[in-house]
């Protein structure tokens, strides 16, 4: 599976950014579809998980409510809808395909995209 993550970019706090993650090389029936970030100086952390099947999802307590996650079975893609953004959701995203679910462990998947940045200004 080839992962590409956008829609990274530069916004200020209270703002929205959607960002997109297309799959290709495989179907991704059975899988789940995560996002992780990693801010800078710190570990890459979970954020949003959606099972690809049923759209189950599971989000990390520090963006729910904010976050949306979404998926468009035709175009293989996962979107974030990102609003009321914080200065301390600054960091790279990464979409990443695994197979367990729910879960946050770095570890259950096993393909990964390239990240894109987004920045928060205050």
């Known amino acids: 599976v080839q992962l590409q993550a956008s829609g990274g970019g530069l916004v200020q706090a209270g703002g929205s950014l959607r960002l997109s993650c297309v799959a290709s090389?495989?179907?991704?029936?059975?899988?789940?579809m995560g996002w992780f970030r990693q801010a800078p100086g710190k570990e890459r952390e979970f954020v949003v998980a959606?099972?690809?099947?049923?759209?189950?999802?599971y989000y990390a307590d520090s963006v729910k409510g904010r976050f949306t996650i979404s998926r468009d079975t035709a175009k293989n893609t996962v979107y974030l809808q990102m609003n009321s953004l914080k200065p301390e959701d600054t960091a790279v995203y990464y979409c990443?395909?695994?197979?367990?679910?729910?879960?946050?462990?770095?570890?259950?998947?096993?393909?990964w995209g390239q990240g894109t940045l987004v920045t928060v200004s205050s």
């Open positions: 990443a395909v695994g197979k367990n679910f729910p879960t946050t462990r770095l570890s259950d998947f096993d393909y």
């Open positions: 959606i099972t690809w099947n049923l759209g189950r999802t």
């Open positions: 090389g495989r179907t991704l029936n059975g899988y789940v």
